[in-house]
């Protein structure tokens, strides 16, 4: 039986190759290997965190009859023409599942992500 490798699996061990090549590098070499690294990291965690799924569950409760790939668009929709304020019930909540869920993929040792996260 042949198991299934995870492409984020893929992701994280070619930025693990990356960090560790950055090592034998120098100057600018050493530099765009670090960003590259860093670049993948994000990717891997992107793929694993699926932090847009997270924010279109997040407002399924206010958007139940939106397409959940749309729900993100109409959320912005409708704060920016006004019919949603920081009032209406749920949307705070919603829109920090969605922060939390991008900060653990972007910058997942931003400190406020703990406080997000009740740590």
Do not use: Y
Not at 13 to 29: P, Q, T, Y
Not at 57 to 71: I, N, T
């Amino acid at each position: 039986m042949r198991s299934r490798i995870e492409a984020a699996d893929l992701v994280e061990a070619a930025a693990a190759f990356l960090k560790e090549a950055e090592a034998e590098l120098a100057g600018r070499m050493a530099f765009h290997a670090k960003v590259a690294a860093n670049a993948l990291a994000i990717a891997a965690r992107e793929l694993r965190e699926r932090p847009g799924e997270v924010e279109a569950a997040a407002l399924s409760a206010l958007l139940p009859d939106v397409p959940a790939e749309e729900r993100v668009t109409a959320a912005c929709a409708r704060i920016r023409s006004g019919a949603w304020t920081a009032e209406t019930p749920g949307l705070l909540d919603a829109l920090e599942a969605g922060v939390a869920a991008r900060l653990a993929v972007d910058n997942p040792r931003f400190s406020t992500l703990q406080r997000l996260r009740g740590a």
